[in-house]
């Protein structure tokens, strides 16, 4: 699915020869260089000076944007934001982009739109109308950007999200709706205080302080302060619900989804073994390519069932459409459900089929066949449903990539459709079980064997990374994992099971050689039980901390391992055992000795995929505990 | 493949008719046996795909080129090569466009899939006069085990020469690739010339005719390593370009040696015009004239290193010195000048930068020596400079512009020399870290100060050139916590030098080091070599491909003074270590005195390249390093 808000990441600035305009540049860009920018901190490299959007909005639903922005430079960091950029389509007719140039001492110099450079926006699919011009305007410190433009449109839902707050602080921005007669509109206030507006409708917002860049932070974009509007027609009953949106995009897809005949014979042959459920998600998650093309209305229209099957490949739409019509095939009831792969992009109290960028499926299942599962939620009317998404190709059946879980998505049935939480799964759902088998030789070297077990959302991740790689570099992944506990190591004999079936437990075994894993100190020897594996993240620094702090998701961690120790040697001291638990993780360690065996083993068990920022003193507490206990060693003599 | 770049415009459009084809080998064939069981390749294991047959007929006689895949798919990772997409350059002049794509996919029983689908034209990127689409495609019914096969032609303007460049080695291996270009014939007006990279021994482009062949088999997959030579020495490539000139290969460097030359004299011009300036920065011998030249020249401001320069080339050396600005090699050529002006035997050198390129003076590709340097002989002895980047200390080159070869411009017409520029030695990269610090409960607290010398200085304001305060001591800061364990806090609070050119960058910090004292049971454990301590071995992987690549030798000499509590002793004090694997040398030493111990540590890396045949000596010597820096200081509570 076309996903508008992100066509401008990771698009090069190209320098291209200026295309100098002469004529006289408009007052508001003239005034610019008299806004005063009050003081700033330190880090802060550029601010808006002004960001300005007009909306003209015709009896025919036709929309004329003209767009207006300027950005002073604060620092050399700040040049960074010295661009004008306007994304546009085949649907979309694009004017007037031009720019301008203040330098410090105020000399303005004009560039023209011819002057932009162009490129497609998108940049995973093998097609995509979408395209953006972006101006790159010469800047210096204390200069000043500034660029228009206007983009005409016939949007296909009559709203607008408008995002006020940035990466950089925001001294004034505005918003404007020129309406038809007769028409009103409905204002929701996302993650910010609402703010009058005034005739027109006309909102003005100034010093909107910068969207924090925090590690681990939610999606920059999940936590900014915006506004959705909904445009309302004469005639129109309401602002549009959640429902409207469902009802047209089920509109959207439902001519999609006739079966064809081939498609017919085989979802019979997929579907005649035990499982015909799971045989038709795998058939949609494994032997359907991803491949996006989306020209148009085709940014949230599927292609049509029968030409994804033929072409065996398609993309989240499609991949949702065809599955959808192989299980009616056999009678099996599925729904899509429209969703954003960016937690907390969606806001229940405003409906829009703008806040989502993919598309899973629901799946129709009886309470029993839902044992085992994971992506399971219980649906008041139409009962128990299976989340599936076929476009990640690694997840096993029944259950939800991790950035799925805990967000919310729309539920698109026959009649409607309505906003559903996403489940988040129990940390059992996703494991990690080291258990290593070692030796330690009289000249310290460490060496035997070492089995990771990875379930669910671990072992996808792991496939995801093992898979893009040659067997060489998967061998230098093992080795450079190692090294980073071990001063000295080799790892022989990798084998690495089940790597393309995302139904099966992912399991890596090899042997470890460590030289020197003991240290002789005087007449003590240290020996780290732990020996491999970190589980205690980075700490975090909360003296400006203000956002919230996103985890791997919830797992379970497990490690055994045992050490054979040579003969002769005596216990002087253990490790103490290390227990951590509060609401987010719990952590348990602990070694023994006993007839020549050092043992260790621990349980790792986080539990939320978002940390609270009142939390986050105990979550730096507990890794703080268990970078310790992973530091700790043993001593014998 | 080929590199669409424009090299020549004809001056007479070519009469010879458009006669684009593919050749039979191009053409689809069903797949065998073999091919349908392949699981794999031997020499790649792992492998998601695999190139079986790669055919090119390049055909610059008639303005096209016609190249033709076959691939088969080992794992679902693999079905991404599906995805087909042809760059081609539109706009004028080239006026490039892709025809006859044709594609289809062979499903492992054999059966046929064709092509059908849309095939769509992408703009990669359109400004100015650059016009750069693709043509995208997506072949259907792709499975594990499936070969692919598609072909299209590129054509362009019959009155363009193209450069061919051949990229024989690709992310996945290439079993058979069957390579041919048939030069235009420019009739003793311009020269043309062939140069290979790292091709198999015994496989070079063969003339039969008309046109150049070249066959190759079993072309392994680029392996990317740490600390490896720059991809473009290691990787297999065929280049064939067009020269704007008739001059012979052998000939080939002393005419563009001269070239550089005249352009160099004309650029500089009559030295008298800057007498004056001269006189001014004449010092009370050669050599500190030389050193007032220089860090006049180093006051220069250096438009390569502005963000978005827009400003005009400089017409002259003159022109350079009065506006006070120029680009890098506008900067050299005109410290040149002045040097001459101020009685000094000073020349301009071509070089040849090694982070680029390997030289080789048999390939004629004047690319190769794309910086400049300074050389002023004084007292017989010749002084490398580089006024062209901004603070380098004198008498440091930037590290890519030492060892390596050159070409001492010679003026008015005389042969130029090459020459072999020296190696750094390791004291002129010099890293001195010294950390002051008291045990406190679990952390380590405290101050440490590191000076940067001639090539480590040069790189740290390099890095940071434009910054403001902020951010550069933010890089400084971002440098350091680099060293210590996670969570530990570093704040800078002096920093010097960092703006000048000829001294070295000290750097001062208050650091709260977290996470470094561990337990074993009642005993405290304490990194004694502080800035090394949770460093990893950097040749953890335990095979090797290419050379082992150092930029530069280099030494690092760290002192670390860490004050115990008064209740505290150390177990006993790690022994001494001396470690070496030729070149690369390793030394440490600890001592109390009181409640104090100090450590010091010493490494030297006196190398540039290491064969991979000493890469396994290497990675134990660097597993003993990182072995003996993780040892930590064992303290007991005093009875």
Not at chain 1, 105 to 128: C, F, H, N, P
Not at chain 1, 421 to 441: F, N
Not at chain 1, 457 to 482: N, P, T
Request: glycine share 6%; aromatic share 8%.
């Amino acid at each position: 699915m076309r996903n508008t808000g992100a066509r401008l990441s990771g698009i090069l600035l190209f320098c291209c020869a200026a295309s100098v305009l002469r004529a006289a540049e408009p007052p508001w860009v003239a005034a610019l260089s008299k806004i005063t920018v009050p003081p700033q901190p330190a880090s802060t490299s550029a601010v808006v000076l002004t960001d300005e959007t007009v909306l003209s909005v015709a009896p025919s639903g036709e929309v004329t944007t003209q767009y207006r922005r300027a950005v002073k430079v604060l620092t050399p960091a700040g040049r960074q934001h010295a661009y004008g950029a306007a994304s546009y389509d085949d649907n979309t007719r694009l004017r007037g982009l031009r720019g301008w140039s203040i330098a410090p001492g105020g000399k303005i110099q004009a560039l023209r739109g011819r002057a932009a450079a162009e490129m497609s926006a998108g940049d995973y699919e093998v097609y995509t109308d979408a395209r953006v011009k972006v101006l790159d305007l010469p800047s210096e410190v204390g200069g000043i950007i500034a660029y228009e433009y206007e983009l005409r449109e016939k949007p296909y839902e009559a709203s607008t999200i408008w995002r006020f707050q940035e990466s950089i602080p925001v001294l004034s921005t505005r918003l404007e709706a020129r309406l038809p007669e007769g028409w009103t509109h409905e204002a929701q206030w996302i993650h910010a205080t609402p703010v009058s507006e005034r005739a027109g409708p006309v909102w003005l917002l100034t010093d909107i302080p910068a969207i924090p860049d925090e590690p681990r932070m939610p999606e920059a974009a999940s936590v900014g302060g915006r506004l959705g509007v909904h445009w309302i027609a004469p005639g129109g009953t309401a602002a549009r619900s959640w429902k409207d949106v469902a009802t047209w995009y089920g509109g959207l897809a439902s001519s999609r989804l006739a079966a064809t005949p081939p498609m017919q014979t085989a979802t019979r042959t997929l579907a005649a073994g035990s499982d015909p459920i799971r045989a038709l998600a795998r058939f949609a998650q494994r032997d359907i390519r991803y491949v996006a093309v989306e020209i148009g209305i085709g940014g949230y229209q599927p292609h049509a069932a029968g030409e994804v099957f033929t072409n065996r490949y398609g993309d989240c739409k499609d991949k949702a459409t065809l599955l959808k019509s192989m299980l009616q095939s056999i009678g099996v009831e599925s729904y899509y459900v429209i969703v954003s792969t960016t937690r907390g992009m969606v806001e229940p109290a405003f409906a829009s089929v703008s806040s989502f960028n993919h598309v899973i499926t629901a799946i129709r299942i009886s309470k029993e066949s839902a044992k085992g599962l994971h992506a399971v939620v219980e649906h008041p009317k139409l009962g128990t449903l299976l989340l599936f998404d076929p476009t990640s190709s690694n997840t096993p059946f029944g259950h939800l990539p991790s950035y799925l879980q805990a967000s919310r998505g729309l539920l698109v049935t026959p009649d409607g459709g309505e906003l559903i939480e996403l489940p988040a799964q129990k940390p059992e759902a996703s494991e990690l079980r080291r258990v290593a088998r070692l030796t330690l030789d009289p000249d310290g070297t460490l060496h035997g064997a070492i089995q990771e077990v990875r379930t669910g959302g671990l072992a996808s991740v792991m496939r995801g990374a093992l898979q893009s790689m040659s067997g060489a570099e998967r061998i230098h992944l093992i080795d450079e994992s190692l090294a980073s506990h071990l001063a000295r190591q080799t790892a022989s004999g990798v084998t690495i099971e089940n790597l393309d079936d995302p139904d099966a437990d992912l399991v890596i075994k090899y042997e470890l050689s460590a030289p020197g894993y003991a240290t002789r100190v005087a007449s003590m020897i240290l020996i780290r039980p732990r020996v491999v594996g970190t589980k205690a993240e980075k700490t975090i620094v909360m003296a400006e901390r203000k956002l919230d702090y996103v985890t791997e998701g919830p797992s379970l961690h497990t490690d055994d391992v045992e050490i054979v120790l040579p003969p002769g040697m005596m216990l002087d001291e253990l490790p103490k055992p290390v227990t951590v638990s509060n609401p987010m993780v719990q952590y348990a360690s602990s070694s023994a000795f006993e007839k020549g065996v050092l043992r260790y083993k621990r349980r790792y068990t986080m539990q939320t995929h978002v940390v609270g920022l009142a939390s986050l003193p105990a979550l730096n507490d507990a890794f703080a505990k268990i970078a310790a206990d992973e530091r700790a060693s043993a001593v014998f003599k | 493949m080929r590199r669409l770049f424009l090299a020549a415009t004809l001056s007479v459009a070519t009469a010879t008719p458009l006669l684009a084809g593919f050749s039979k080998q191009q053409d689809f064939r069903p797949a065998t046996a073999a091919e349908r069981e392949m699981k794999g390749v031997d020499y790649a294991p792992g492998a998601s795909a695999a190139i079986l047959d790669w055919v090119e007929v390049d055909d610059d006689a008639d303005s096209f080129s016609a190249e033709y895949y076959r691939v088969k798919i080992f794992s679902d990772e693999g079905k991404k090569y599906a995805d087909v997409e042809v760059p081609y350059v539109s706009g004028y002049p080239v006026n490039g466009r892709i025809t006859g794509v044709s594609a289809r996919t062979i499903q492992p029983d054999g059966t046929i899939v064709p092509f059908d689908g849309k095939i769509y034209d992408k703009v990669l990127y359109r400004a100015g006069g650059i016009r750069l689409r693709a043509k995208t495609f997506s072949l259907a019914g792709v499975q594990s085990g499936s070969i692919l096969e598609y072909r299209y032609q590129r054509e362009w303007s019959e009155n363009l020469l193209i450069n061919t460049l051949w990229t024989i080695q690709r992310e996945i291996p290439v079993l058979r690739a069957k390579l041919s270009l048939k030069p235009y014939n420019t009739r003793g007006e311009y020269s043309s010339y062939f140069t290979y990279f790292n091709l198999p021994d015994g496989s070079l482009p063969v003339f039969k005719r008309d046109h150049y062949e070249l066959e190759l088999t079993n072309v392994p997959v680029y392996t990317a390593e740490e600390l490896a030579p720059p991809e473009e020495w290691l990787t297999s490539r065929v280049n064939f370009y067009y020269t704007n000139d008739a001059v012979k290969g052998d000939q080939f460097w002393a005419a563009q040696t001269a070239r550089w030359s005249k352009a160099v004299d004309g650029f500089i011009g009559n030295p008298g015009a800057l007498t004056q300036d001269a006189k001014a920065m004449t010092g009370k011998d050669a050599m500190e004239t030389l050193r007032n030249v220089y860090a006049k020249a180093q006051g220069l401001k250096n438009l390569s290193y502005e963000n978005q320069s827009t400003a005009k080339e400089k017409k002259n050396a003159a022109e350079v010195w009065a506006k006070g600005e120029g680009y890098r090699d506008e900067i050299v050529r005109a410290f040149v000048a002045m040097a001459r002006a101020a009685g000094l035997d000073a020349s301009v050198v071509r070089v040849a930068p090694r982070d680029r390129i390997h030289f080789s003076k048999e390939i004629p590709d004047a690319e190769q020596m794309s910086s400049e340097l300074a050389s002023v002989t004084v007292e017989g002895k010749a002084t490398y400079l580089d006024p062209g980047t901004p603070s380098a200390p004198f008498g440091v080159q930037s590290w890519e512009k030492t060892a390596t070869s050159a070409y001492v411009l010679a003026r008015r017409g005389e042969p130029s020399q090459l020459v072999m520029l020296q190696n750094l030695r390791p004291e002129d990269a010099r890293t001195q870290r010294v950390a002051d610090l008291r045990l406190n409960g679990e952390t380590l607290e405290g101050s440490v100060t590191v000076t940067f010398h001639g090539q480590e200085a040069l790189r740290r304001r390099l890095r940071s050139w434009g910054d403001d305060d902020a951010a550069r001591a933010k890089a400084f800061e971002d440098e350091a916590k680099t060293w210590f364990p996670d969570g530990s806090t570093v704040k800078l609070t002096k920093l010097t030098g960092a703006a000048a050119h000829d001294e070295p960058v000290v750097a001062k910090f208050d650091v709260v080091l977290a996470n470094a004292v561990s337990s074993a049971g009642s005993r405290t454990l304490v990194p004694l070599s502080v800035f090394e301590a949770t460093a990893k071995n950097p040749f953890a992987p335990a095979t090797r491909v290419h050379h082992v690549y150092f930029p530069f030798p280099r030494r690092e000499e760290d002192e670390v003074k860490l004050t115990l509590t008064p209740t505290m002793a150390p177990a006993a004090l790690p022994a001494p270590v001396k470690l070496n694997v030729g070149p690369l040398t390793y030394e440490n030493e600890s001592r109390q005195s009181g409640n104090e111990i100090t450590f010091k540590r010493v490494m030297v890396v006196d190398a540039l390249g290491i064969d991979p045949k000493f890469y396994e000596a290497l990675r134990t010597y660097y597993s003993r390093v990182t072995s003996v820096d993780q040892t930590p200081l064992v303290l007991v509570e005093k009875p």
